[in-house]
């Protein structure tokens, strides 16, 4: 049941619905002891009784709580209320990125490497400490008007090495189903999902590599690497196919573009072995061709400019 403005929530007191996705509705909500915004997520009452879903939840917590870095929302606490649990997260003041690309279409590419950057902060930083996202696409990374970034939802997130039941687990493999709203879940949205996560294999460090991949390739061209008329169609497009490499504009440096093409490599024992590496190649031979001396461009309608948040 949605939770209406006004409702308490131990401290915090629910202002509005923000929005709701696979996992759960998220809220505004006010922290009346600290006189702050936050962001309150619930499991969605379809799930409420669900073991796997509860535990993916309070495991989503557990990973945000081991994590803190200025480019993932982070976590406040873990509140229970009428026999309910919710997340009470960081509220982020922005929009996401895939709002930006719907909108406004490709991004410049010096504003693309400036948001790419930090993703790969993000995640690299996730990988650190042994967590790899699973689920990293661009209706999960925030930007703020400053062009501040936050990769959020790590609900899908596990620790690397843990691989029990790998393969046969539902909480390791993609889940289908033809109804959004239905118990089953899609682990990892379908048109961000690696080769391996398609086909049901243990994900790992090169998964979210895959994902960034498309997520950059995105934010270029401004359409999806893969995509079809349903989840059967994409995930081929995923195993089998390849990216419209025709859709990078022109004028996309050729270190760009061979950056994305090696996070796409289907292979993953070909593909870039892990965010650090990205990061590595985001901070010196890319920045280097895309930014020069004349530094990024304006993002979106804000008109503010992006500076070196994420250097």
């Known amino acids: ?36 915004t936050v962001a309150i997520k619930a499991l969605q009452s379809a799930g409420a009784t669900d073991p796997d ?10 990973l945000l709580a081991s994590l803190n870095h200025s480019n993932i929302g982070g976590i406040h606490g873990l509140e229970q209320s009428a026999g309910a649990a919710y997340l009470v997260l960081e509220f982020i003041d922005g929009r996401p990125l895939d709002s930006i690309i719907r909108e406004g279409g490709a991004v410049a590419a010096p504003d693309a490497v400036v948001i790419a950057r930090q993703i790969a902060d993000a995640i690299a930083a996730a990988h650190e400490k042994g967590i790899i996202h699973r689920d990293l696409k661009p209706a999960n990374v925030m930007v703020t008007a400053d062009g501040h970034v936050k990769v959020l939802d790590f609900g899908l997130g596990k620790a690397i090495g843990d691989e029990s039941g790998a393969g046969s687990n539902t909480s390791n493999s993609p889940t289908m189903t033809i109804g959004g709203t239905q118990a089953g879940l899609i682990l990892g949205t379908a048109g961000y999902m690696s080769p391996e996560q398609a086909k049901g294999r243990t994900a790992d460090r090169r998964s979210d590599v895959w994902s960034f991949g498309c997520v950059l390739f995105e934010m270029l061209a401004g359409s999806r690497a893969f995509e079809g008329e349903d989840v059967t169609d994409t995930i081929a497009a995923i195993v089998r196919g390849e990216p419209n490499w025709s859709a990078l504009p022109p004028s996309t440096p ?3 573009r061979t950056l994305v093409e090696r996070c796409l490599i289907k292979d993953r024992t070909q593909r870039l072995a892990d965010m650090a590496v990205v990061r590595y190649a985001l901070g010196e031979t890319v920045s280097s061709q895309v930014l020069g001396s004349s530094g990024p461009q304006v993002l979106g309608s804000s008109g503010s400019e992006i500076d070196s948040i994420g250097q």
Not at 53 to 62: M, T
Request: charged fraction near 25%; aromatic fraction near 6%; glycine fraction near 12%.
């Open 1 to 36: 049941m949605s939770l209406a403005p006004g409702t308490r929530i131990g401290p915090y007191e629910v202002t509005a619905q923000l929005g709701a996705g696979g996992m759960g509705e998220v809220y505004r909500a006010k922290d009346t002891r600290l006189n702050r």
């Open 53 to 62: 879903r509860i535990s993916r939840f309070e495991r989503e917590a557990q």
């Open 254 to 256: 050729a270190a760009l």
